[in-house]
């Protein structure tokens, strides 16, 4: 299995930028996508993006398109979700999930972060 820890979070004001991370730890990554997702306050979870380990393949939610760019970093064992031209809207807790290409769901969760946008 696989454990998944982010951090980066913080608060920026719109327009900006910030940078998450998700490390990964355990023994074998390559079946695994991994995917982020945020919770606004009173929302429900909702899908941001997700990559493939093995490839690199990326696809994401419609209303991040273009401004968000999850990346990979095979060395260091980390995915990353660059997230620039930030909104209000924006603001939630970001957590980065990993399943196996054979899994039905998500099983495996990291802690999450927050992130807040300022208008």
């Known amino acids: 299995q696989v454990q998944l820890e982010e951090s980066g979070g913080g608060l920026v004001q719109a327009g900006e930028s910030l940078r998450l991370s998700c490390a990964l730890s355990g023994r074998t990554f390559s079946p695994y996508t991994i995917g982020w997702f945020r919770q606004a306050p009173g929302k429900e979870r909702e899908f941001v993006g997700v990559i493939s380990w093995s490839t690199g393949t990326t696809y994401y939610e419609n209303s991040v398109k273009g401004r968000f760019t999850i990346s990979r970093d095979n060395a260091k064992n980390t995915v990353f979700l660059q997230m620039n031209s930030l909104k209000p809207e924006d603001t939630a807790v970001y957590s980065c999930?990993?399943?196996?290409?054979?899994?039905?769901?998500?099983?495996?969760w990291g802690q999450g972060t927050q992130v807040t946008v300022s208008s």
């Open positions: 999930a990993g399943k196996r290409v054979w899994d039905t769901k998500y099983n495996y």
